[in-house]
């Protein structure tokens, strides 16, 4: 049997998926391909280049045994390579210590266990669902755990966001292998061929929850409100760590292999690891806000007025950029239509902003992070953490300037653009959680980075109908969109310390779920 590939195949948006398989059927018949099997949607999106005409696009997989000619838009495919767990060539001498449940913490400890390893996961902070509660707490009341939070916690901090699955890395086994262990544990199996694919944060906890279940069922444990605190070397090679508990007592485990997949947010584990000889750099990253429109405009300046209302349609998005001469450039990144803005920090006395989605998408607003690219020039420093020190003084001014009560600080954007502080807000209404307080952002950023996003958001304005809308809300601080650090390994995944392996977004190697979560399993395999 041959693997097949369909392309170009164009549906209505009415048109049920069933249907479209369907016709695609009949329409091989026609060419006289009777002799088909496993025929499946590999790919799915939506053509809204002609506002009166929209249209989704897919592609196809099928096998067969017949002899096809191929085409532009048909033609034979290698079949789907699957990750072959490296297991029988592995000896492990101690068991094998994961830091961080995130997306390449999850994927790290599930490859181990397939192994036969029987890792140990070290989670700072608390299982899914008591987390969940503990976050709910924090929004609807202000009362905040260092513990557990948005950041820290099973599942990291993508538990609580849109879910996006987009990533910009090749797809490939590692990719595949993610997608399919996530369909395994609750997510929707459109997550497989949509061309923007998302779970959202109802459908990851409990997707979450179902892979920390396997990982034990193969012999895998997770030990929660626990947190790496120091590490043993010697000669250059790791020898043990020292762990916290909940309750401020240390004990030591004796391991030659530890996987740092630690998130984004660990600086005082950054710190422990700079203090002890671990090798890392400043890494550039970005800061800026998060805006705010109600959904419906964003679905009628991408729509149009014949399907901005359409049944058959989600909650529109989109992605932005401007590009200046000062080295600076201004995007937007995770936007999370029909969603909420949350407060995401995981120090007391620090406000930092996110947005979150659930899977349908179906509140008011539409947001995303409006970010500035900063570097050297910013943080006053080459030092390794000078980025990760910049960040933290960022958020500490956005708590005072917010009332220093974890409401954030918020502006419309013609505020914003006239230099101005807001006192109130017209029709659209913050949604940040656990909530705002008008205010001028000069106070926060300093005048490069003002004007820059100022000018910013002028010429996204021109590219998307209504995106500087002087009644959208600008929210504060987002500075937590990537790492700002990278620790160096080498093409074994290895860090200049033996047995330490560093993964995931928090090293520095990864930009989203997919991406972290495969390269926790590429660190596994020890892939160049």
Same mark, same amino acid.
């Given at each position: 049997?041959?693997?097949?590939?369909?392309?170009?195949?164009?549906?209505?948006?009415?048109?049920?998926?069933?249907?479209?398989?369907?016709?695609?059927?009949?329409?091989?018949?026609?060419?006289?391909?009777?002799?088909?099997?496993?025929?499946?949607?590999?790919?799915?999106?939506?053509?809204?280049?002609?506002?009166?005409?929209?249209?989704?696009?897919?592609?196809?997989?099928?096998?067969?045994?017949?002899?096809?000619?191929?085409?532009?838009?048909?033609?034979?495919?290698?079949?789907?390579?699957?990750?072959?767990?490296?297991?029988?060539?592995?000896?492990?001498?101690?068991?094998?210590?994961?830091?961080?449940?995130?997306?390449?913490?999850?994927?790290?400890?599930?490859?181990?266990?397939?192994?036969?390893?029987?890792?140990?996961?070290?989670?700072?902070?608390?299982?899914?669902?008591?987390?969940?509660?503990?976050?709910?707490?924090?929004?609807?009341?202000?009362?905040?755990?260092?513990?557990?939070?948005?950041?820290?916690?099973? $599942?990291?901090?993508?538990?609580?966001?849109?879910? @996006?699955?987009?990533?910009?890395?090749?797809?490939?086994?590692?990719?595949?292998?993610?997608?399919?262990?996530?369909?395994?544990?609750?997510?929707?199996?459109?997550?497989?061929?949509?061309?923007?694919?998302?779970?959202?944060?109802?459908?990851?906890?409990?997707?979450?929850?179902?892979?920390?279940?396997?990982?034990?069922?193969?012999?895998?444990?997770?030990?929660?409100?626990?947190?790496?605190?120091?590490?043993?070397?010697?000669?250059?090679?790791?020898?043990?760590?020292?762990?916290?508990?909940?309750?401020?007592?240390?004990?030591?485990?004796?391991?030659?292999?530890?996987?740092?997949?630690?998130?984004?947010?660990?600086?005082?584990?950054?710190?422990?690891?700079?203090?002890?000889?671990?090798?890392?750099?400043?890494?550039?990253?970005?800061?800026?806000?998060?805006?705010?429109?109600?959904?419906?405009?964003?679905?009628?300046?991408?729509?149009?007025?014949?399907?901005?209302?359409?049944?058959?349609?989600?909650?529109?998005?989109?992605?932005?950029?401007?590009?200046?001469?000062?080295?600076?450039?201004?995007?937007?990144?995770?936007?999370?239509?029909?969603?909420?803005?949350? $407060?995401?920090?995981?120090?007391? $006395?620090?406000?930092?902003?996110?947005?979150?989605?659930?899977?349908?998408?179906?509140?008011?607003?539409?947001?995303?992070?409006?970010?500035?690219?900063?570097?050297?020039?910013?943080?006053?420093?080459?030092?390794?953490?000078?980025?990760?020190?910049?960040?933290?003084?960022?958020? @500490?001014?956005?708590?005072?300037?917010?009332?220093?009560?974890?409401?954030?600080?918020?502006?419309?954007?013609?505020?914003?653009?006239?230099?101005?502080?807001?006192?109130?807000?017209?029709?659209?209404?913050?949604?940040?959680?656990?909530?705002?307080?008008?205010?001028?952002?000069?106070?926060?950023?300093?005048?490069?980075?003002?004007?820059?996003?100022?000018?910013?958001?002028?010429?996204?304005?021109?590219?998307?109908?209504?995106?500087?809308?002087?009644?959208?809300?600008?929210?504060?601080?987002?500075?937590?969109?990537?790492?700002?650090?990278?620790?160096?390994?080498?093409?074994?995944?290895?860090?200049?310390?033996?047995?330490?392996?560093?993964?995931?977004?928090?090293?520095?190697?990864?930009?989203?779920?997919?991406?972290?979560?495969?390269?926790?399993? @590429?660190?596994?395999?020890?892939?160049?």
């Amino acid at each position: 049997m041959t693997t097949y590939r369909m392309n170009n195949i164009k549906a209505g948006i009415e048109v049920a998926e069933t249907e479209v398989l369907a016709n695609i059927r009949l329409e091989l018949q026609k060419m006289g391909i009777g002799d088909i099997s496993a025929l499946k949607l590999i790919k799915k999106s939506l053509d809204a280049r002609k506002k009166d005409k929209l249209f989704f696009v897919y592609a196809a997989q099928f096998e067969s045994s017949a002899e096809i000619k191929a085409n532009a838009d048909l033609f034979a495919v290698e079949a789907e390579e699957k990750l072959e767990v490296a297991g029988s060539e592995r000896v492990f001498l101690t068991r094998p210590v994961v830091v961080g449940s995130g997306p390449a913490g999850m994927m790290a400890a599930l490859c181990l266990a397939e192994m036969g390893a029987k890792p140990i996961v070290l989670e700072r902070g608390a299982p899914v669902l008591e987390r969940q509660k503990m976050v709910r707490t924090f929004w609807d009341r202000g009362e905040f755990s260092e513990i557990s939070n948005v950041q820290f916690g099973e $599942g990291g901090a993508g538990t609580f966001s849109d879910g @996006k699955l987009m990533t910009g890395i090749k797809k490939d086994k590692f990719t595949a292998k993610v997608l399919h262990e996530f369909v395994e544990a609750g997510a929707p199996k459109e997550i497989l061929y949509l061309a923007k694919p998302h779970i959202g944060t109802d459908h990851l906890v409990k997707m979450v929850e179902n892979i920390r279940k396997k990982i034990i069922r193969l012999g895998g444990e997770y030990r929660f409100y626990e947190k790496l605190v120091d590490i043993k070397v010697v000669n250059g090679a790791l020898q043990a760590i020292s762990v916290q508990r909940r309750d401020g007592a240390c004990y030591e485990i004796k391991t030659d292999n530890l996987f740092l997949a630690l998130g984004h947010s660990a600086r005082d584990t950054f710190e422990m690891l700079y203090r002890r000889g671990v090798a890392m750099e400043q890494k550039p990253f970005a800061v800026g806000v998060r805006i705010e429109h109600k959904q419906e405009d964003i679905n009628l300046a991408q729509y149009g007025r014949t399907y901005f209302r359409s049944s058959y349609l989600g909650a529109a998005d989109y992605k932005l950029a401007a590009h200046f001469d000062n080295n600076r450039s201004v995007y937007t990144f995770c936007m999370c239509p029909g969603g909420v803005v949350v $407060g995401a920090t995981s120090l007391a $006395g620090h406000v930092v902003t996110n947005g979150m989605s659930e899977f349908k998408r179906d509140r008011e607003n539409a947001n995303a992070a409006v970010l500035v690219n900063v570097d050297a020039r910013d943080f006053g420093s080459n030092e390794p953490l000078a980025g990760m020190y910049f960040q933290e003084a960022l958020e @500490k001014k956005a708590f005072l300037l917010g009332g220093g009560d974890y409401f954030a600080p918020a502006q419309t954007v013609r505020d914003f653009l006239l230099g101005k502080k807001t006192v109130r807000f017209g029709r659209v209404n913050p949604s940040y959680l656990p909530g705002v307080r008008g205010a001028d952002f000069r106070e926060l950023f300093s005048s490069e980075l003002y004007l820059t996003l100022q000018k910013g958001l002028v010429e996204m304005g021109k590219k998307l109908k209504g995106f500087d809308d002087g009644e959208a809300v600008l929210t504060a601080v987002e500075s937590r969109s990537s790492s700002p650090v990278r620790i160096l390994r080498g093409k074994d995944f290895q860090s200049n310390i033996k047995g330490i392996y560093p993964l995931g977004e928090g090293a520095g190697y990864a930009g989203g779920i997919t991406s972290a979560a495969a390269d926790g399993l @590429k660190g596994i395999n020890f892939v160049n």
